[in-house]
């Protein structure tokens, strides 16, 4: 299947010819679905936190981050293109296709956060935008005649107005950080980003740095990553021969955001906090966003030192008495239901068990009421070893003409807006390899094309669903106020955006 140069194009990338024939073989075989037990609901898989719990938590999770005590980090996927934000205005821009989201967009232009921005492009070129032609605005918006945001991404667009000047998604996370990834007046966050934007990203922070620092009366310590190469995985045919170019190279695509779990794996922080970079408000209702965030990290830290603690009993006193305690954690609390012959096995066996499924990395994963968004779901779902534990699920990986499945999966309460805080050492404070939790038969296949001709694609295992399989997982109801994603650009005209 391979030549002499496809060897040396795959070692070039950094892969192997083992992992790129394992790639293949997916394509061939598919992925197996995954199987659902039941959706998890309130009071059986998701926390739904008190008042007073929340207080708590906080406390101490405020406490351990102002004295220094833990390092904390905001971890920021943010390499995806705003292309599909403005696929309407592109309608109409090249193929003169006007919709109602079209007609809103000019009839509301002063509404957006990037109207002065696109008023002085304009003007620089003898334009008025109060009496310039629809196609001429759109374009002076669109490509790099003016603003050029049909190129850029989201991260890069102006979202939000305050009184004195207009954010980026990247300048309220900044924001968000200084409120809640903040240890000791430090406040680090990591960017991932694609390597034909990254320049953009890091000049944006230079300027806007220094402003951000004096308000909040931080040190930021920012830093940025892309997508490794090695990563992406091949293309192929609809007969699942290797896709190959004009110039006879095979072609690897990037492989999703699972691929970001290198990314993630190389950061050195006690506390991690995930977020997308669309999922973001102004200042007036970021509130909730923070409190919730902290409660996430004050649980994080709670469930990890109970954690810690049952491994250092393990390891002094593996009797009868822990291992029902033990057990009784696990199904009550971690939400891990041990294989079905759990009960006959002996107490070393036990104890084994317990002691690889205590010593793995830990997440709490923020869930809003389902709106009938896209995305994962919270699920109870079978694992290879036996047992059963919390899933966060896309429907890709359902199988939707079963049924029981489908019923299950459709019937979901909530869904996860991509909201999770990690834990990603053990306790001997070493970071985990985070390669070693994850699923690979989680994957994708998707149908795309290339120059007119129909092909196969292949994404990794999801960075919060399947490259987070095995890892020990708290599901904890958030207000749908925390999610407020930007998928188009007249979701900032929504109320929440304003």
Request: aromatic residues 10%; contains cysteine.
């Amino acid at each position: 299947m391979f030549i002499e140069k496809d060897i040396i194009q795959i070692q070039e990338r950094g892969s192997d010819i083992a992992t790129v024939e394992e790639q293949v073989n997916y394509f061939v075989n598919g992925f197996p679905f995954l199987q659902l037990s039941k959706a998890a609901t309130v009071g059986d898989g998701i926390i739904r936190l008190t008042d007073e719990q929340i207080a708590t938590v906080i406390s101490e999770f405020d406490k351990s981050a102002s004295e220094g005590e833990i390092a904390l980090l905001k971890f920021v996927p943010a390499s995806g293109a705003a292309t599909r934000m403005f696929k309407s205005l592109f309608g109409f821009l090249q193929d003169n296709k006007k919709d109602k989201s079209v007609e809103e967009f000019f009839a509301k232009l002063k509404d957006f956060a990037f109207y002065e921005d696109l008023k002085t492009s304009l003007a620089a070129d003898g334009n008025n935008i109060e009496t310039a032609d629809e196609k001429t605005i759109a374009s002076y918006f669109l490509t790099n005649k003016g603003l050029g945001y049909g190129e850029l991404p989201k991260g890069l667009l102006k979202f939000h107005n305050y009184a004195d000047r207009s954010r980026t998604p990247l300048e309220e996370h900044l924001v968000e950080g200084a409120k809640y990834a903040n240890a000791g007046s430090n406040v680090q966050i990591h960017f991932t980003v694609s390597p034909e934007h990254r320049d953009k990203f890091e000049k944006l922070v230079v300027e806007v740095l220094p402003s951000y620092q004096t308000e909040f009366g931080v040190r930021y310590i920012v830093s940025f990553s892309e997508q490794k190469s090695a990563t992406d995985t091949i293309a192929v045919n609809l007969d699942n021969t290797p896709f190959r170019e004009k110039d006879d190279s095979i072609l690897f695509r990037p492989a999703g955001h699972g691929a970001l779990l290198d990314n993630l794996g190389q950061l050195d922080a006690d506390i991690i906090f995930i977020k997308n970079i669309d999922n973001v408000v102004p200042d007036r209702i970021k509130q909730d966003t923070i409190t919730y965030k902290k409660a996430l990290a004050g649980i994080v830290l709670s469930y990890q030192k109970r954690i810690f603690a049952y491994l250092e009993n393990l390891k002094n006193q593996a009797n009868a008495s822990l291992l029902s305690e033990l057990d009784t954690f696990f199904r009550t609390e971690l939400c891990v239901v041990p294989p079905a012959d759990f009960d006959s096995w002996s107490d070393d066996q036990k104890a084994v068990y317990f002691q690889k499924k205590l010593d793995r990395p830990l997440r709490a994963c923020g869930m809003v009421k389902n709106q009938g968004e896209p995305g994962g779901g919270p699920f109870w779902a079978e694992n290879a070893d036996g047992s059963s534990s919390l899933q966060i699920v896309e429907s890709a990986q359902v199988d939707v003409d079963d049924e029981a499945q489908n019923s299950i999966f459709k019937n979901s309460t909530h869904f996860n807006p991509v909201d999770l805080v990690c834990a990603v050492k053990n306790s001997k404070g070493e970071l985990y390899d985070l390669k070693k939790f994850r699923d690979p038969l989680t994957g994708f296949i998707t149908g795309k094309s290339k120059d007119g001709k129909e092909l196969k694609a292949q994404e990794l295992p999801g960075l919060w669903n399947g490259a987070m399989a095995d890892w020990n997982t708290l599901f904890v109801e958030v207000p749908l106020i925390t999610f407020n994603p930007v998928k188009t650009v007249n979701d900032l005209l929504r109320e929440q955006h304003q």
